[in-house]
């Protein structure tokens, strides 16, 4: 399985963002944002914790805390394969970002060992 060759949308906290947030700059007087923060698809290695799930534009996603404290997401085809994996909520091993039409998630590449 190889990575995208692809940048990843992030917020100014850190978080990956499943859909590019940039369209709302310029459209809503209110909205401050500068649009997201585009990271190149780098897997990295750590331990997620589910912290529960959300719906997307078109995608329902699973969502998960890093070590650090920023949130990924998988998509739900993604966490399929995984929640066997989990242990206590936690998910540790190799990561790293796949698109999917307009949406970004998470997946996993390795277990740890």
Request: proline share 5%; hydrophobic share 30%; charged share 25%.
């Amino acid at each position: 399985m190889s990575k995208g060759n692809y940048q990843i949308p992030f917020d100014k906290d850190g978080n990956q963002q499943t859909y590019p947030e940039s369209w709302y700059v310029g459209k809503y007087p209110d909205h401050k944002a500068a649009g997201p923060d585009w990271r190149d698809n780098e897997p990295f290695a750590d331990t997620l914790t589910y912290t529960g799930y959300s719906r997307g534009r078109s995608a329902a996603n699973i969502e998960f805390t890093r070590t650090d404290g920023t949130s990924v997401s998988f998509f739900m085809t993604d966490f399929h394969d995984v929640a066997p994996l989990m242990e206590l909520g936690k998910l540790s091993g190799k990561f790293q970002f796949v698109k999917r039409g307009q949406n970004y998630g998470c997946q996993m590449i390795k277990e740890a060992t």
